[in-house]
């Protein structure tokens, strides 16, 4: 219950409609800064939705290419002290890693800040992220496309901070059958991307050869290179995917589509991991 709390904000506000005023309660999605470190060195900074932060820091970790596995992990922790009330406000999360997994911070070219709205913005240039080891996901996984166009239903009823707030993006992981195995909050959408591949990450779920990601809003290059990294084959999003993404997707032989709403959706790449769609 205190995750979630934290995840909304309580504001008055005025409203205005149709020449009625009135003053009201409304909630807001919660936004503050979480700063990530490597035992004492600060890594990055991202501004996020407080809430499933180990899931996040494991899972900008490995999808920024800084681990590979699990087995990397020896812990990830809160390390913010108490505030007067005697709550942590979890906004520092510290990984321990082994020792041939700690990167060489004098040769890192990255920036320390993330906004909500690019997860990429923190790179010292896209080259860094396309000169990443990338592999193909299972070319054997197939999916009904009846049964992709009901997933975005799914993905909706479950979202029980945007149902109040209106103002957060959301990730979510499915099984070959449509069955929901994990779903994602954050303002920011590769956040919740992080969220949902750190969860699998910690649970020995990755690779994840067999599992459809689900992302609101568009499907960018960061959302379809951190799929990539998880070994999902298939990546849709309710809106569009950008030019950069399309391209990784087809040269890594991904399964992207867009505009994943009602029965309608678009096939970017891998059409031929749909069944039912040719």
Not at 136 to 152: D, I, K, M, Q, W
Request: proline content about 4%; glycine content about 8%; charged content about 25%.
């Amino acid at each position: 219950m205190a995750e979630k709390s934290r995840s909304v904000n309580l504001t008055r506000v005025s409203q205005w409609d149709d020449g009625n005023a009135e003053r009201k309660d409304d909630y807001l999605a919660a936004e503050e800064p979480l700063e990530i470190r490597i035992g004492d060195q600060p890594l990055s900074v991202t501004m996020r939705t407080p809430g499933h932060d180990v899931e996040l820091a494991a899972g900008f970790l490995f999808t920024e290419g800084l681990i590979q596995n699990r087995e990397q992990i020896l812990a990830i922790e809160n390390v913010e002290p108490l505030t007067d009330d005697g709550v942590k406000r979890d906004n520092m999360m510290q990984a321990k890693l082994v020792a041939d997994a700690a990167p060489d911070f004098a040769k890192m070219r990255r920036h320390f800040f993330a906004s909500s709205s690019c997860g990429i913005c923190g790179k010292a240039s896209i080259d860094a992220v396309r000169s990443r080891l990338l592999s193909a996901p299972n070319p054997e996984f197939r999916v009904e496309a009846e049964l992709l166009t009901s997933l975005p239903d799914v993905l909706r009823s479950s979202q029980d901070v945007f149902q109040r707030t209106g103002g957060l993006h959301a990730a979510a992981l499915f099984d070959s059958s449509g069955g929901l195995l994990v779903v994602r909050e954050d303002i920011g959408r590769h956040n919740a991307v992080d969220k949902v591949i750190g969860w699998a990450l910690l649970d020995h779920r990755v690779p994840l050869g067999n599992a459809i990601l689900l992302v609101s809003g568009r499907g960018g290059f960061e959302i379809v290179q951190k799929a990539l990294v998880a070994g999902i084959p298939i990546l849709a999003s309710v809106s569009a995917p950008s030019s950069l993404a399309v391209q990784l997707a087809r040269e890594l032989r991904m399964t992207l589509v867009g505009f994943l709403r009602g029965r309608r959706f678009v096939i970017y790449s891998g059409e031929e991991r749909i069944e039912g769609a040719a």
